[in-house]
């Protein structure tokens, strides 16, 4: 269980996954409390739920996460547009702060509203900093790879 505490994100969410399909609830409850890894009261812990996209092109894996310095992350994405031909996804997103997505290779680059931005890829997620100064549009976040 102490693995599955120090794995990224995405290998949590796949731990938990095969966690929960294997096992009743209740005995997924009594490993965590039995471990100590149970919350305590006021703290907690999101999972992000995104689909997956795979680009047929070149198998690469897609999974939009959404600005993480929100509560609700994937509210901020409005709409997701992947394009097979050009390898590229472009994300409406309504909101500033940290953009992230899961990408299963580096992007080649990555632009806002058509300028092209500094992005960092760290274990397989992509990571972009939004202003947002027209709040009345979407940012559209293009992802080249």
Partial sequence: MEQWKESN????SRNLRNLYGTREKAQAVEVFRKHGNLLKPFEYEL?????VIIL?????????IGLV??????????????????SSVSAGVGGCGEMRVFASEKPVSCTIDGIGVDFSYDHHMVMIQISWPNSLNLSVIKYVF
Avoid: C, Y
Wanted: charged letters at 20%; proline letters at 6%; aromatic letters at 8%.
């Fill in 69 to 86: 310095n929100m509560l609700n992350s994937g509210g901020a994405l409005e709409w997701v547009i992947h394009d097979d031909d050009k």
């Fill in 47 to 51: 999972l992000t739920v995104s689909p």
């Fill in 9 to 12: 994100s995405f290998e949590r």
């Fill in 56 to 64: 047929t092109k070149n198998l690469l894996q897609f999974a939009p």
